[in-house]
C-alpha cells in the first residue's frame, strides 16, 4: 500500500477540535484525538485519509520549523547585531519570517534567515545577500540574439544516509534522471551504482531505482544530456496555425487533488484576474502577471507539510518555484488554458539546484513555459524585460526530470516519501525506515557544462 496515496484527501478537511489543535500548535493533544477518530467506525474514507496526512505533516513540521523565537532572534543578530526586538516582530507581521506554534512555542522555519536576505532594506542593514551570479542574464540574454540555445550538461548525483549504517541492512533508493521530453534529447547514462535501473524516458517522474544494501552505497548516477531553449516572441503576430490536430488537453484542464483544486477563493480571484481577457495568450499572461507581481518568495517547509498548495499561496501571497508554479497552473486551468507541470534541476557551470516551473498550451504554439519564481524574482530586482521573458520562455539551464506533480516513483515508494508531490533529491528507505530531511545526505555535482547554438 502506498501511504503517500492519502495526501489527495487533504482539502477533505478533518473534525473541528483536531483542525482547532492543528492550528494552536498542539500537536501532541491533536494526535491523541486523531488515534481516537481513526479507532471509530463512523468516519468516510475521505476523512480517515486526511486525519492520517494530517498526523504525517505533524510529525514533519518540529523538524522544519526548528527555531524557537529567542534562538531566532539571536541567529538574525549574528548579522544584524543591533535587530530590536520590536523589528523581530514586524518581521513576523509582515510574514516574511514563516512560523508555526508548536507545543506553546513560536518557531521559525529553517530557512528563514535565507529568504531574509531577498529583502535589500535588511542586506543595507548588515544581512549579507547572496551573491547574484550573472549568468541567467548573460544566457537569457544569448538566447534573446540566437533565437535558440542548446546546452549540453554532465551531472553526478547522489545519495546516502548522513548515520553510518550497518553494511547489510536493506536499501532501497531512488534518484532523478533526465525525462523524455521535447526540449530534452541526448541522454546518455554514464555510470551507476551497480543494479540500478532505470525508469523508462517517458515516465511523469523519472528515477533510477536501487534495491540493495548499505553497504553499496552512496547511490550515485553519472548522465549527460542535452536541453534546448527556444525564444517566443508572443507579442508579435502568432504563426500559422500547425495543419495537425490540436492533441486531448482534456486531463491538463481538469483538478488534481491535493493540490490543484477549483476553491471558491481560486474561482473568485480568476474570475477577477480574467476579466478583460479576449484570448487564451491573455489569460495566460494576466495570470503571470498577477502570479509575479504579487507573490513575495519566501522558502517553503517540505512539502508534504503544506495544505493545497494554490489556495494557500493565493490567499497568503507567499511561495517559493513550486508554491507559486501550482498557483499558475490552478488559475490557467480554471481560465480554460490547459496547464501542466515541470521540475527537476536549474543547472549552471558551478550549481545544480532544485526548480519548479509550469508549461501551458497556447495554440497555435503549442506548450510554452511560464517560470514565476524567476519572473517574481526580477520584478523584485526590477528587471522588467527578465520578467516578461520568463512568461512563453525559459532558459537552457534546467534539467527536466518530472512532467507531473504527485506521480508515482518506479517503482512505487510506498513508504512515506520525503517528498510525496515531486523528486527533485530523490528518497532513501533504510531498513524499511524512509529518511527524510538531514537524515539522508543528497548531492549534485556540475561535471561539465557547454552552450551550443543551434
Known amino acids: ?46 476523512g480517515r485519509d486526511a486525519l492520517r496526512a494530517l498526523a504525517q505533516q505533524m510529525r514533519r513540521l518540529p523538524e522544519n520549523y526548528p527555531y524557537p523565537r529567542a534562538q531566532a532572534l539571536e541567529l538574525l543578530r549574528r548579522e544584524i547585531p ?12 509582515d510574514g516574511r519570517i514563516d512560523w508555526r506554534c508548536i507545543e506553546g512555542e513560536l518557531c ?45 550538461i554532465t551531472l553526478r548525483l547522489s545519495i546516502a544516509p548522513a548515520a553510518p549504517a550497518d553494511p547489510a541492512a536493506p536499501v532501497q533508493a531512488w534518484l532523478p534522471l533526465p525525462a523524455a521530453c521535447a526540449e530534452q534529447s541526448g541522454i546518455e547514462l554514464l555510470a551507476a551504482t551497480p543494479g540500478g535501473v532505470a525508469a523508462p524516458p517517458d515516465a511523469p517522474q523519472r528515477t533510477i531505482y536501487w534495491n540493495a544494501n548499505a553497504g553499496a552505497g552512496p547511490f550515485t548516477v553519472t548522465f549527460r544530456y542535452r536541453i534546448r531553449a527556444v525564444c517566443h ?32 477563493w ?21 495570470i503571470y502577471d498577477y502570479v509575479t507581481l504579487n507573490t513575495r518568495y519566501r522558502y517553503q517547509p517540505a512539502y508534504a507539510c503544506l495544505g493545497p498548495i494554490a489556495d494557500g499561496c493565493a490567499k497568503s501571497g ?29 543547472v549552471t557551470p558551478d550549481h545544480a539546484g532544485c526548480h519548479d516551473w509550469a508549461q501551458f498550451y497556447i495554440a497555435p504554439y503549442g506548450w510554452l513555459w511560464a517560470d514565476c519564481s524567476f519572473g517574481a524574482g526580477a520584478h523584485r530586482r526590477g528587471d522588467e524585460a527578465a520578467r516578461r521573458h520568463y512568461f512563453g520562455n525559459l532558459d537552457p539551464l534546467r534539467m527536466v526530470a518530472n512532467r507531473a506533480c504527485y506521480a508515482q516513483l518506479t517503482p512505487p515508494c510506498e513508504a512515506w516519501r520525503d517528498d ?22 543528497h548531492t549534485a555535482e556540475v561535471l561539465d557544462f557547454r552552450l551550443l547554438e543551434d
Open 82 to 93: 543591533d535587530l530590536s526586538e520590536n523589528e523581530f516582530e514586524a518581521l513576523l507581521a
Open 108 to 152: 521559525c522555519q529553517e530557512r528563514f534567515v535565507e529568504s531574509l536576505r531577498l529583502w535589500p532594506d535588511l542586506n543595507a542593514r548588515g544581512l549579507a545577500a547572496d551573491p547574484a551570479s550573472p549568468v541567467r542574464a548573460q544566457v537569457v540574454e544569448r538566447l534573446r540574439r540566437a533565437g535558440a540555445l542548446q546546452a549540453e
Open 420 to 441: 510525496p508531490y515531486d523528486n527533485q533529491t530523490g528518497e532513501l528507505v533504510l531498513n524499511g525506515v524512509p529518511l527524510h530531511g538531514a537524515q539522508r545526505v
Open 318 to 346: 507567499w511561495g517559493d518555484c513550486g508554491v507559486m508554479a501550482l498557483l499558475f497552473i490552478t488559475l490557467c486551468r480554471l481560465a480554460g488554458v490547459p496547464a501542466r507541470w515541470q521540475s527537476g534541476l536549474y
Open 1 to 46: 500500500m502506498d501511504q503517500n496515496a492519502v495526501f489527495a484527501a487533504l482539502g477533505a478537511g478533518v473534525p473541528d477540535d483536531v483542525a482547532r489543535l492543528f492550528a494552536a500548535g498542539r500537536f501532541a493533544q491533536a494526535g491523541e484525538r486523531i488515534r481516537a477518530l481513526l479507532a471509530q467506525d463512523r468516519l468516510p474514507p475521505a
Open 233 to 264: 516572441d508572443l507579442e508579435a503576430p502568432a504563426p500559422a496555425a500547425p495543419a495537425e490536430p490540436t492533441p486531448d488537453l482534456s486531463a491538463f484542464l481538469a483538478e488534481e487533488a491535493p493540490h490543484i483544486t477549483f476553491t471558491p
Open 266 to 286: 481560486l474561482r473568485s480571484l480568476c474570475a477577477q484576474v480574467t476579466a478583460r481577457c479576449a484570448t487564451p495568450l491573455a489569460k495566460a499572461r494576466a
